[in-house]
Structures are given as C-alpha cells and as structure tokens.
C-alpha cells in the first residue's frame, strides 16, 4: 500500500501550496484538516517536502502523526524556498518528525545558488535557440563545487536545532543532474558518516541518522 505522500511538487495543488508556486491558499485550503486526518488514519506519512512554510507550519498544528520531509535541506545554510526554515526546525520535537537531508547541490550550496540563478537568466536571454550560447557561457563560467562536507554541514544544523531524533538523509538521485564530490552514488554513503564521525558524532547518533529515527516515525504512523 501507500506509505507516505508528497503533498505538493513544484507546482500548488487543490489543498496545498507549493515552496515554488504563487500562494493560492496562504497554506492549506479549508478541506486540508479532514485530508491529513484520513493520511493520519491510514498510517500514511505525510511529507512536507516541497510545500511553502505556511503548510509545514499548518500541518504541523493539524497532524495528530509525525510529519517527514523526504528530501529538504537546511535554509539557513542555504536560503532556497525548498530548504526548511529553523522555525519549523524547532517544531521537530514536538511533533516526533524526522527532516531528511538531501543531497541536491542548488539545496546544499549557496555558491551554486547564485550560479544556478545568473544561468538561468542567461539561458532566458539567450531564448530558444539558446544552446551554442549556453554552451559558451557554460565554459566561460564553471559550475561551483559541491562537496561531501557541506552536506555533512547540513546534516549537523538539523541536528542541532531539531535534535538528533529528528534528522535523516534523502539524497534524492533520481532527479538531479549532478551530485556533490563524494556522495556520487548511493555506494558513497559511508564517507558521509565517516565525516560525521570525524566531527565527533557517536555510533548512536549515526544509527538514528540512518535508519532508527526514519524507523521510528513509520511506527509511530502505524499507532495513530
């Protein structure tokens, strides 16, 4: 069956607002509460990934089950509407949730940020026929480096303002087209928690990072 759902992509949704749509709902629509009660009842996770703040703070005072980003980073380490807010950061406790840390460089690294932004605006006056000219720009300016670290960075801000119990990783391969130095393949995940451990992380805090906590959650799904 279902196990957990997204409750918006890129683009809002009849209930929902996207993190990078235009606010049609300030939140959540007034049919929103009976929704994730059903999701609640159904030991469905809901997942805030991808949802404005509004919603997650929304969510988060509705939701009788704990909540799970799936595959969102630190905003405060790098400020892009699919990044979690500190504020929400500190509801994680209360709530039983789990801030899953994902891998995608325009969420982990703020250089790439600014990269990524003066590209696209390149590319959109350049129009159409835009390839040769990307192509040179491309050469012209190269792509800032992601690394394994700044990852690990991320992971260590969730984990200090929500709580050891409350961070995961959701590297998110499937739909990037590049991935930090490092962390290239799911193969890599034990570099990761090598850093981690380097920078004073105990055995018992890395088994919650990588599997314990996102356990945890699932059961306590199943006993709402």
Known sequence: GVRSMTL?????TRLFDSATDTPLHNGIAKEAPAFIAEMNRLGVL???????????????DITKAPVIFSHSSARALADVPRN?????????PANGGIVMVTFVPQFINPARIEWQ?????????????SAEAMKAWDAANPRPVTTLA???DHVEHVAKVAGYDHVGLGGDFDGVPDLPEGLESVAK??????????????????KKLSSKNFLRVLRANEKV
Not at 8 to 12: D, P, R
Not at 189 to 206: I, Q, T
């Open 8 to 12: 918006s992509h890129s683009k809002n």
């Open 117 to 129: 932004a003066r590209r696209d605006a390149a590319a959109k006056a350049a129009g159409p026929d």
């Open 189 to 206: 995940y034990p570099a990761l928690f090598a850093e981690l451990a380097r920078r004073g992380w105990s055995d018992a805090n890395l």
């Open 46 to 60: 809901v997942d805030l990934s991808h949802v404005s703040p509004a919603v997650m703070n929304q969510v988060l």
């Open 150 to 152: 700044m990852v690990a």
């Open 84 to 92: 979690v807010p500190d504020d929400v950061l500190k509801r994680m």
